[in-house]
């Protein structure tokens, strides 16, 4: 056993010194363990930097892990199983270890085969696609190391093509096993082709036809920027089909992967391969939840880059997909720690031969910016990127500079969802970096429409870049030609109507505001305060409608007077509406009186769109307005003039996540309740009896208290929880996309009436907004697709409009 | 994979060596406390700082409870520190691992887990009324007060003197 290997490695990781002399302790009956973690560590850590050679290395862990394979094959299988499909970007290293082993332990290897081919089998049946992936992988590479025979691997994937080949199963399914076996080509396609080049040709027209016959309905919704644009925004399969036709055309000689196998060729040839067991792919069901189809972000192409540096792998070269996937590999391992990822990503293996920091940057602009959502919190990318920055300040930074005017020339075509991540991260951005812009440059956009994407970008983005700092602040940074005023945001101020210089409210009114004031001021209750409106008129009475259940004067004198004394700060806000709740609850009874206090709170404060989020979260929270008074609030007509601001959609957003939450939480706990049933149903034995269950709970203040088991009866109230808040979550993405039906289609008929083509930039916007309710919420909107198609997305709607819900339906299909 | 350290115990999002020695409670409750809490200690903030910036950012890290805003026990005014409590610990742990160290109001905050907050914690604990830190400080920083507050005092003192 070669002592340099073992010198070279450090003590096992997770262990503080605290801990490691905790062990030591009980060091009998633990030493077992003790070697198991030295061993995990050995073979977690092989192929990471060291003072020795890759090849060497491998050679000692070898040898080390031979030694020991009688005591802990369970443990090392394990290992090495797990490590293939946890660290992909290291796949060659185990699987030349394993060719290693197996050119010195037969059964070892066989063992080995066995063992992953059955975890391939799980991670399917679990839906774990990219584990699974990984595995086709892994194997596939087996046959490089002389593991796996290539006639087996042949055999696995035409079972594989066999499965892609399934009719009555969705594409998805079937995509990704043509998926699997294109992203493990390029690591064993230069083996078949020696070897099995007739097969080889038989797999790849396979495939050709699958790719020609495939639907890509779902490719439009998923595009980041619509219509034609510089780079092609294309499908992800598509793509790798591309590359994968590329790669064969050269002979399957890639420059990318790192084998080491090829340094033990002469030992691993003279070992005896094994044949991997035939895989069946678990039946499709309807729960089976596929992995959504992907685009391909492309915002480079090698004349962005530096003329006198290393090239840009073209978009259809394999290198570009080995590295764009090898950089988001690092990036998955690494995000939690920035700044150990900022490293990772920095130290990239080969970074010569690429520019890597544009290939870094696209990858993360890329994820940031993915359809439906991205993988990550937005800041976690954006807080990578400072760290980027802060480490290689020389080359990052005038990168980014790049990607931002890139983005912003393309931002017209841009779809709503990733064009706020896009502002959101800018205005984060720069407020890191003392808000520094060469803003000047864009003054064009001052000339544009209102509606245009680059002045509303730049407006959003200011106004985000204010919520971040102060009014003074934002003025400051933007360039001090006059015309660039009109793109600031207004002063986040309270403007309160019933003061008594204002002369557009009747002086009656203004005294009991004023009254309201002065009684809350004093601290009077509550209810007495409110006393102070109670003379205040109806203005629907006065409309014709005698039994008004409701005054919308008294509410928006309320309403308004309350935010104003609590103007000066969110804190203040929140008190006033939970010293008052009881009042505006019971105010709020009705909807429509909901949508009043609403609107109350646009009044005063729709200066600060800021406020009005938090307001409309707080209301949300304490039950004082409903989801669905929210959503008719913002399609309402006093509205319109705001649909093309960002914050309208953020707060619609917010709501509609309080309502998926909501019904998680009551799903979640009668799942878990049944479980508890179940549970003690079985280990009672005797399910019936009513004694057993209530010996088990107590009583406080009268009020049952379930203890571990709940009753039926329980159950049963859950049961009718769920099924209310799934009504209330159907009625709102109803109340929804009605509306949004509604205005597009008015929009569009008055646009014909008056001979004016309706695809404007407002149509434009709205359009994708709808999309982005459909993509952002798809797994909600999904479970009521029947009754959207059956009420809603009917033969009558206009198609444009009726084409949105359609991508929908295709993302999983 | 096995003997994994549980998330939080090492890297961004693990606790510091800091304990508020005010703390009610034995030094294991604290522990527990700290490992359990949804709240951070945000501080190094300028005093013009306000509750709508801090929210701005904290809130892309998850859904805010709320936020305390920490006071000059003597002026109640902001001093420099805040309390900011998410509804669940892994928003908070977000905020340890993305917002800590990076920029609010062009300074760089730093968080921290904090047991929770309990009345009369928002306020400085400093002789003056500010954060200890301010006490003693000897660097001019314009976002809280300028020099601190004993270097003031003696620059003060001498000029009486001089006068």
Redesign the interface.
């Given at each position: 056993m070669p002592l340099a290997c073992i010198l070279n490695c450090r003590n096992p990781i997770?262990?503080s010194p605290k801990m490691a002399g905790h062990m030591r302790k009980r060091r009998r009956g633990h030493e077992q363990a003790d070697i198991?973690?030295r061993l995990?560590s050995l073979i977690?850590r092989v192929g990471e930097k060291s003072s020795s050679s890759l090849e060497s290395n491998l050679e000692g862990l070898t040898s080390v892990l031979e030694a020991d394979l009688s005591t802990y094959k369970n443990k090392i299988l394990r290992?090495l199983t797990?490590c293939a499909v946890?660290m992909p970007d290291k796949c060659s290293v185990y699987s030349t270890l394993v060719g290693l082993l197996n050119a010195k332990n037969y059964n070892f290897g066989g063992e080995l085969v066995e063992s992953m081919a059955k975890h391939l089998k799980d991670y399917l049946k679990n839906c774990e696609w990219e584990k699974a992936r990984y595995s086709v992988r892994f194997l596939s590479d087996l046959v490089n190391c002389h593991v796996v025979s290539a006639g087996s691997l042949i055999q696995l994937y035409d079972t594989m093509m066999e499965a892609a080949l399934e009719p009555n199963t969705p594409q998805v399914r079937r995509d990704w096993f043509v998926y699997a076996i294109l992203s493990a080509l390029p690591w064993v396609g230069r083996e078949l082709f020696e070897k099995k080049e007739r097969d080889l040709d038989r797999l790849k027209e396979t495939i050709d036809s699958y790719i020609s016959r495939r639907v890509k309905d779902h490719l439009v919704s998923l595009r980041v920027w619509t219509g034609q644009t510089l780079h092609p925004q294309e499908e992800y399969l598509e793509c790798l089909w591309f590359q994968i036709c590329k790669l064969r055309n050269d002979y399957w000689q890639e420059k990318h992967i790192v084998r080491p196998y090829l340094a033990f060729d002469t030992l691993l040839s003279e070992a005896l391969q094994h044949s991997l067991p035939p895989l069946n792919p678990p039946r499709h069901t309807e729960s089976m939840v596929y992995p959504m189809p992907k685009v391909i972000f492309r915002m480079f192409d090698y004349t962005d880059c530096p003329e006198l540096g290393p090239v840009l792998p073209g978009a259809h070269s394999i290198e570009r997909y080995l590295i764009e996937e090898h950089l988001s590999q690092i990036l998955d391992q690494n995000i939690?720690?920035?700044k150990e990822c900022a490293a990772a990503l920095l130290a990239f293996p080969q970074k010569s031969k690429v520019p890597l920091e544009y290939m870094i940057i696209e990858v993360i602009l890329g994820e940031l910016f993915r359809l439906p959502t991205p993988q990550y919190?937005?800041?976690?990318y954006?807080?990578l990127m400072?760290e980027l920055c802060k480490s290689q300040p020389s080359t990052i930074p005038q990168v980014l500079a790049q990607a931002v005017e890139i983005l912003f020339d393309r931002i017209d075509t841009m779809n709503p969802s990733s064009f706020d991540r896009f502002a959101?991260w800018f205005s984060?951005h720069l407020?890191?970096f003392?808000f520094k812009w060469s803003w000047y440059d864009w003054t064009p956009c001052l000339e544009m429409e209102q509606d245009h994407p680059k002045p509303r970008f730049v407006q959003e983005v200011l106004e985000?870049c204010l919520?971040?700092?102060?009014y003074q602040r934002v003025v400051d940074i933007v360039p001090k030609e006059k015309n660039f005023e009109k793109l600031l945001p207004p002063k986040p101020e309270p403007r309160y109507k019933y003061t008594e210089d204002n002369n557009n409210v009747d002086p009656v009114v203004v005294i009991a505001a004023q009254n309201l004031i002065a009684s809350v001021k004093r601290k009077t209750t509550p209810e007495e305060a409110f006393l102070t409106l109670r003379d205040l008129p109806n203005p629907l009475q006065e409309e014709g409608e005698p039994d008004a259940p409701y005054n919308p004067l008294k509410i928006d004198v309320l309403v308004q007077t309350l935010l104003y004394l609590g103007a000066k700060?969110?804190?203040h806000a929140?008190q006033a509406l939970a010293k008052y709740h009881q009042i505006l609850k019971a105010l709020g009874s009705y909807e429509e009186a909901q949508i009043c206090i609403l609107r109350s709170v646009y009044e005063i404060w729709h200066d600060h769109p800021?406020?009005m989020t938090?307001l409309v979260?707080k209301m949300l929270r304490t039950e004082i307005v409903e989801c669905s008074a929210v959503a008719n609030w913002l399609f309402s007509r006093d509205m319109m003039q705001d649909l093309t601001r960002m914050y309208i959609w953020e707060i619609l957003d917010m709501t509609i996540r309080k309502m998926s939450k909501r019904v998680a939480k009551l799903e979640r706990e009668l799942a878990e309740s049944k479980e508890k049933l179940k549970a003690a149903a079985t280990s009672d034995g005797s399910s019936d009896s009513e004694a057993e269950y209530g010996r088990g709970r107590k009583r406080k203040h009268g009020v049952d208290m379930p203890s571990e088991k709940p009753t039926e009866e329980m159950i049963e109230r859950m049961e009718d929880k769920v099924e209310h808040a799934q009504t209330d979550q159907k009625n709102l993405f109803l109340i929804i996309f009605q509306r949004f039906i509604m205005i597009l289609s008015e929009y569009i008929v008055r646009c014909d009436t008056d001979g004016k083509d309706f695809k404007t930039h407002w149509y434009r916007w709205t359009l994708g907004r709808l999309q982005q309710v459909f993509l952002t919420h798809n797994e909600q909107v999904h479970r009521y697709s029947d009754t959207l198609e059956t009420l809603l997305f009917t033969s009558d709607v206009d198609s444009h409009i009726s084409e949105t819900f359609k991508q929908f339906l295709a993302l999983r299909s | 994979m096995t003997r994994v350290p549980a998330i939080g115990v090492v890297g961004s999002a693990a606790l510091s060596t800091y304990r508020d020695q005010h703390f009610k409670g034995t030094r294991t409750e604290q522990e527990r406390a700290l490992l359990q809490t949804t709240t951070l200690y945000v501080g190094n903030l300028s005093f013009f700082t306000t509750e709508e910036q801090i929210h701005e950012l904290f809130s892309k890290c998850g859904d805010l409870r709320r936020i305390i805003m920490g006071l000059d026990k003597v002026n109640r005014t902001p001093c420099g520190f805040c309390f900011v409590e998410y509804y669940l610990r892994a928003d908070a742990e977000m905020a340890m691992r993305y917002v800590n160290g990076t920029r609010l109001d062009d300074r760089i905050v730093r968080t921290d887990w904090d047991a929770g907050f309990v009345e009369g914690r928002q306020y400085g604990r400093g002789k003056s009324g500010g954060q200890v830190r301010d006490e003693y400080r000897t660097d001019f920083d314009l976002g809280r007060g300028g020099w601190g507050t004993m270097v003031q005092q003696k620059a003060e003192a001498s000029q009486a003197m001089y006068s």
């Open positions: 997770g262990h198991e973690d995990e977690k290992i797990d946890l939690p720690e920035r919190l937005e800041i976690a954006g807080s400072i959101n984060y407020s890191n003392q985000k919520r971040l700092s102060y700060s969110f804190t929140f800021q406020m938090v979260d | -």
